[in-house]
């Protein structure tokens, strides 16, 4: 079956420090791969996505490159910000007769950007 | 665009009561999910919905939990007799099928059973 392994965190930074979080899959079929980002109270909040191979995912500062090779999309952004202090779920989805899968979700990774 | 649509937003039960959740996917959006999220478990998919048919609830946690779907514009979640280890937060998420769209989800409801 379809799985998500994301680095635990809780991952603490300061501001302007660079941002990586690992996530690799398990997965049949050539899935599509997303990030989610949980602002505290809030729903997930589609943060970037990428369909197919050397796909690269960019929203908001962040980037994910699809790596078929490595089964990873981990996530990148150059200097986070007091703003970016959430929970990150990396996720994958598959389709099969057609139809939506529903997306398999790492157990998160919580952010912490400092002043 | 008002999103995918969630009531209550909080619900505060005593055990035993009946617990119903509701959503209003995004107009044109035809798969539904269900979600509960918890601390130990994580993001766990409940159950889905394509064009209003359920498809997959082989992650329903018990016989107490049932869905349904009526219409393409509502859905609910129902737990008869709710339980304590049922507190969660409940998200309801939409898409179109066979796109890569991502999904677009509900702000939850927040579920506390005592």
């Known amino acids: 079956g379809n799985s998500v392994t994301q680095m635990e965190g809780p991952v603490t930074l300061s501001e302007e420090a660079f941002l990586t979080i690992n996530c690799t899959y398990t997965?049949?079929?050539?899935?599509?791969l997303f990030w989610y980002v949980q602002y505290p109270g809030e729903g997930l909040q589609l943060l970037l996505k990428?369909?197919?191979?050397?796909d690269k995912g960019s929203n908001k500062g962040f980037e994910a490159t699809y790596r078929k090779e490595t089964t990873s999309f981990h996530l990148e952004k150059g200097s986070v910000q007091v703003s970016d202090s959430a929970v990150y779920f990396c996720?994958?989805?598959?389709?099969?007769?057609?139809?939506?899968?529903?997306?398999?979700f790492g157990k998160g990774t919580h952010l912490i950007i400092q002043p | 665009d008002a999103g995918v649509i969630q009531s209550p937003r909080h619900e505060v039960t005593e055990m035993g009561q009946e617990v119903t959740l509701r959503c209003k996917p995004i107009?044109?959006?035809?798969?539904l999910f269900w979600y509960r999220q918890t601390m130990m478990r994580g993001l766990e998919l409940l159950i889905y919905?394509?064009?209003?048919?359920?498809?997959?609830d082989s992650g329903m946690p018990e016989d107490r939990f049932s869905a349904k779907m009526p219409n393409a514009s509502f859905s609910t979640l129902k737990i008869q007799p709710s339980e304590p280890r049922d507190s969660a937060v409940y998200f309801c998420?939409?898409?179109?099928?066979?796109?890569?769209?991502?999904?677009?989800f509900g702000s939850g409801t927040r579920l506390t059973v005592v």
């Open positions: 107009s044109g959006h035809n798969s």
């Open positions: 990428a369909t197919k191979a050397d």
């Open positions: 997965a049949t079929g050539y899935p599509s």
């Open positions: 919905f394509n064009n209003n048919v359920p498809i997959d």
């Open positions: 996720a994958l989805n598959s389709y099969s007769g057609g139809g939506a899968d529903g997306l398999t």
């Open positions: 998420a939409s898409t179109v099928t066979g796109g890569n769209y991502g999904y677009t």
